[in-house]
């Protein structure tokens, strides 16, 4: 026995006090203070959230959805598929005045209602099909016949004074009103114009290895009778607008328009310099009354087509002189910036550009040599502009290179091996000829001599007596 651990008082031991574990220290010092703080904060969160609960606008109760409701009752459904039925019955018909009547059958089919409920859309429907049964097939392509003028007389009064060219212009051209009236007459007798690559098309030849061309089949309606359209000389030529010969147009010109241009609102118009020295905008010429009258008459139009621009380049192309000498850098810039515009405009809308020659000759007349270097100023100075160039050649002053016998030898090998697959010269009626390598489709000419001396020419097309 050690001595610490006796009480010398009376000598028992005394007990031994054992030291407190932290978890006994932990409920005894810690733990009340940590209850009490939780209870506090539990208190907080209930109280403020009371609060703001308080505080809070009640959420409106959505009603539940009724089975029935108004938005699917069958007043309702019916109105809904009339909307549906108008909206169906106006797509297809700007389908079926494109002459796209499958399209226009797609189109209706796809209705949800039951069509025999709307007798309009059922009878649009049965009118298309049988229109379909008994489509009339054209694959003669000499019997569609190519309509053709050169650029139109805008302001008469002026164009006949012209003391040095009116005689020309009473013989060789038309008139913006006479143009007005031969296309009302054209639709009012069923005709519809169509694209040069709707009557042909080409076919690669396994056999051969060569590009070959042949007719295409084109169906219209009974009664309807496509043609095609062509305008010569759309380059607005200086000798026809500027009277005083300094290269401008001005009011001393013979009353044509002076050039195309893109309009503000994207469409396409002519410019001209009226008597009094103005300068006006509006539908001077071919395209933009063209393009007025498809708008009016869509079904004028078969699949979007529009008319064949002959040009030559000597004296700039539609009223741009893009590489005229007496202009600057600056200025000859501006004038391809113009001349590029319209040629897209043209184009986008559906206009094929054809090459008139560069320089307005009769290529009957001109060696193979000659012709080859007409088309390399051509292709120098013209073609860059066309975004791909061109294969139609339109002859000038009447000419052709041959006879009705096929092509061949060193003239027709210059001009195809500079691109040219479709040559068209003129004929008094409608001529084509389809070779393995090239199509020819020749013009009638639409002049004041042929309206007053040849007038029947245009029989069932055009009433020429009735459009002076």
């Known amino acids: 026995m050690t001595l610490e651990n006796v009480n010398t008082d009376t000598g028992r031991r005394r007990p031994v006090r054992r030291k407190k574990s932290k978890l006994q220290i932990f409920k005894e010092v810690y733990l009340p203070t940590v209850i009490i703080g939780i209870t506090i904060v539990l208190v907080l969160v209930f109280l403020i959230g009371g609060a703001i609960r308080r505080n809070q606008k009640p959420e409106e109760t ?21 909307q549906e039925a108008q909206r169906l019955l106006q797509q297809a018909k700007a389908a079926a005045d494109n002459y796209n009547y499958e399209e226009a059958l797609t189109i209706l089919s796809s209705f949800s209602g039951n069509m025999a409920d709307f007798p309009e859309l059922l009878n649009a429907y049965n009118g298309y099909s049988d229109t379909v049964d008994n489509l009339v097939v054209w694959d003669d392509p000499s019997k569609i016949v190519n309509l053709s003028f050169h650029v139109l007389i805008a302001d008469e009064t002026r164009a ?6 009116s005689t020309s212009y009473k013989n060789n051209f038309i008139t913006v009103s006479q143009l007005r009236k031969i296309l009302d007459q054209l639709y009012a007798n069923g005709y519809v114009l169509v694209d040069l690559y709707d009557v042909y098309t080409e076919r690669y030849d ?38 005083d010969g300094d290269g401008m147009a001005d ?30 905008t509006g539908e001077y010429d071919l395209v933009p009354i063209l393009e007025s009258f498809i708008e009016a008459h869509p079904d004028f139009s078969y699949h979007g087509a529009r008319a064949i621009l002959g040009i030559t380049g000597y004296d700039g192309i539609f009223g741009y002189r893009i590489n005229a000498s007496s202009l600057s850098a600056s200025e000859v810039a501006q004038e391809q910036q113009g001349a590029a515009e319209v040629i897209y405009a043209l184009q986008q809308a559906g206009y094929r550009i054809a090459c008139y020659t560069y320089d307005n000759i009769n290529y009957g007349d001109k060696s193979a040599l000659q012709i080859q270097s007409d088309l390399e ?11 791909g160039g061109t294969d139609i050649l339109i002859y000038a002053r009447d000419a052709d290179i041959g006879d009705t016998e096929p092509y061949s030898g060193a003239k027709f090998n210059v001009m195809y091996n ?20 090239y199509v020819r489709h020749n013009r009638v000419m639409i002049t004041g001599t042929t309206l007053r001396d040849y007038p029947d020419r245009f029989s069932g097309m055009f009433d020429a007596a009735t459009l002076n």
């Open 62 to 82: 959505l009603p539940p959805t009724d089975p029935t409701s108004e938005t699917d009752s069958p007043e309702n459904l019916a109105a809904q598929q009339a």
């Open 160 to 165: 006949y004074a012209d003391r040095q060219y």
């Open 206 to 243: 396994e056999s051969t290895g060569k590009t070959v061309y042949e007719a295409k089949p084109l169906s219209l309606p009974a009664g309807k009778t496509p043609f095609l359209l062509t305008q010569t000389h759309v380059n607005y030529y200086t000798y026809m607008v500027d009277g």
């Open 251 to 280: 009011a001393q010109g013979a009353g044509f328009a002076h050039r195309l241009e893109v309009g503000v609102d994207g469409r396409l118009t002519n410019v001209i310099i009226n008597a009094d020295g103005t300068e006006s």
């Open 377 to 387: 100023k051509w292709a120098e100075f013209v073609q860059p502009w066309l975004g």
């Open 418 to 437: 500079a691109g040219f697959r479709f040559f068209m010269g003129v004929s008094p009626s409608g001529w084509s000829q389809v070779g393995d390598m």
